[in-house]
């Protein structure tokens, strides 16, 4: 069952994906070869705490950490750790909070020092694909537009759209319904309405879409073990189109 979102449920969303969102950017700028994905963690962590609110990740359905911290051919859902970034990587950042009972979600993918001209494109083209999707998040469309123009737009750079991984709605709960895809054709699925608060996430890879999972039961990696990037905003839909709820507000 997808929930609308009252205006007032709305703004409170507004505050737990602006944590995410100034969280996202001091971590970017934190970003250097030679630091371990643990201290990002935990700056993340301090972050999102001393703003009052909970960093929903941490202990959802047992994952250790309030950061998910994945490096090159990992798509989503690394396990942050002693591993020290190298120049050239690329990595991406997804961070969840908690505010007074309502959920934010937003990643990026960041570089680390200077990467290879692929990597760069990779990240270009998955960001892009992103607000191709946001783009589509207006009221009367249906939900596969969104998924349509991520996928069109990464297939024609020549990159693969991640199928087994979705976005999904929030709320009061990190992941509602409807789930949304990053891929799929025109004008199917639930009609979009004012109210909708959707979490729209393309994982796009250089090579193979097939993802597989590592040991530890969480990260989730390239096939062939190319790169992958990920970018993610929550957005609401509104009457006069998609209000991006974890875009960076400057205060």
């Known amino acids: 069952m997808i929930i609308l979102k009252s205006p007032e449920e709305i703004e409170k969303m ?10 996202l950017k001091t971590l970017k700028e934190m970003v250097k070869p030679g630091m371990t994905t643990e201290e990002l963690d935990r700056a993340a962590e301090e972050i999102i705490l001393a703003a009052g609110a909970r960093p ?36 991406s950042l997804d961070l969840g909070t908690e505010y007074e009972g309502y959920y934010g979600d937003a990643a990026i993918t960041v570089a680390v020092g200077k990467v290879s001209p692929e990597a760069n494109r990779l990240m270009d083209v998955t960001r892009e694909s ?11 469309k249906h939900l596969s537009d969104i998924s349509h123009a991520i996928q069109a737009h990464a297939e024609a750079a020549g ?5 087994d991984f979705v976005g999904h709605g929030i709320g009061t709960k990190p992941h509602e319904d409807p789930q949304v895809p990053n891929y799929g054709p025109k004008g199917v699925g639930p009609i979009l309405k004012s109210g909708m608060v ?9 090579g193979t879409h097939y993802v597989e999972v590592l040991d530890d ?26 209000d991006v709820l974890s875009e960076l507000v400057a205060y």
């Open 14 to 23: 507004r505050i737990a994906n602006q944590i995410v969102a100034r969280a």
């Open 56 to 91: 929903s990740f941490k202990g959802y359905r047992g994952f250790p950490a309030s950061l998910c911290a994945s490096i090159n051919s990992e798509v989503v859902h690394g396990i942050p750790g002693k591993r020290r970034l190298k120049e050239g990587d690329i990595i």
């Open 130 to 140: 992103l607000y191709k999707g946001i783009e589509q998040a207006k009221e009367g």
């Open 159 to 163: 990159f693969s759209v991640v199928t």
């Open 198 to 206: 959707l979490a729209i996430e393309p994982m796009i890879n250089a």
């Open 217 to 242: 039961d969480w990260t989730v990696v390239t096939r062939d073990g190319k790169l992958s990037a990920h970018f993610e905003h929550s957005i609401a839909i509104t009457r006069n189109g998609a």
